[in-house]
């Protein structure tokens, strides 16, 4: 199964050589994360593709993570920092619209949307919309091992930067997590020519019939 084979050779790459990824390959895992499961459907998060160099400087100030000043493209996974009544409804018309729906079909869903996200905080829709940004991450790491494009996803940045050079606040969200993409420098990655180490499956794994 090609899968497992691009899986075992995926590792999270410390040091990137100066080789784009080809805008084809990046859009193929965007594409994979625009696919990503989400919980309702909702994709209560953003993605930002920067491939500038002086913004990934910038990005990566206050970071001990020299991948996102030297990765091709750096993805930028932006969670809602709240989920509005208003979103809801133009998601519901738009899903509405692509099932070839009457308008008002999915009043049921619509109405169980409203009440659950009425019913918690600011600080849990926040957290629940992160949450879904880090589904779509998976995704894109398994995206990108398929294409053999290699990739980093990174806690370690200064969320206040990231959000601030980009202008995340204004627009509702805010930085959850990244991920950079690029191709291995085998000479200076001290992890390239690392075997993988993974616990045994009979440990990793519970079978309950």
């Known amino acids: 199964m090609n899968l497992i084979?691009?899986?075992?050779?995926?590792?999270?790459?410390?040091?990137?050589?100066?080789?784009?990824?080809?805008?084809?390959?990046?859009?193929?895992?965007?594409e994979a994360i625009?696919?990503?499961a989400s919980s309702c459907g909702l994709q209560s998060y953003r993605v930002f593709v920067v491939s500038n160099p002086e913004i990934q400087k910038k990005l990566g100030n206050d970071s001990y993570n020299g991948q996102i000043s030297s990765c091709s493209h750096l993805l930028v996974f932006a969670a809602f920092t709240d989920v509005s009544s208003t979103y809801i409804e133009d998601?519901?018309?738009?899903?509405?619209k692509q099932r070839g729906l009457?308008?008002?079909?999915?009043s049921g869903f619509r109405n169980g949307l409203h009440s659950?996200?009425?019913?918690?905080?600011?600080e849990?829709?926040?957290?629940w919309a992160a949450k879904q940004a880090y589904i779509a991450l998976g995704t894109a790491l398994i995206a990108a091992a398929e294409l053999k494009v290699d990739a980093?996803?990174?806690e370690g940045f200064n969320a206040a930067t990231i959000d601030a050079v980009l202008g995340l606040k204004e627009k509702g969200l805010h930085s959850t997590v990244i991920l950079a993409l690029g191709y291995r420098d085998s000479e200076k990655?001290?992890?390239?020519?690392?075997?993988?180490?993974?616990?045994?499956l009979d440990e990793m794994i519970t079978k309950v019939y």
């Open 116 to 122: 659950y996200f009425s019913s918690i905080n600011a």
């Open 189 to 200: 990655d001290y992890m390239a020519a690392t075997k993988k180490v993974r616990l045994p």
């Open 102 to 106: 009457d308008t008002g079909a999915l």
């Open 152 to 154: 980093t996803p990174i």
């Open 91 to 96: 998601y519901i018309a738009m899903t509405e």
């Open 124 to 127: 849990q829709k926040a957290l």
């Open 34 to 36: 625009n696919l990503s």
């Open 5 to 30: 084979e691009n899986l075992k050779w995926r590792y999270a790459t410390k040091a990137y050589n100066n080789i784009k990824v080809t805008e084809e390959k990046v859009d193929q895992i965007l």
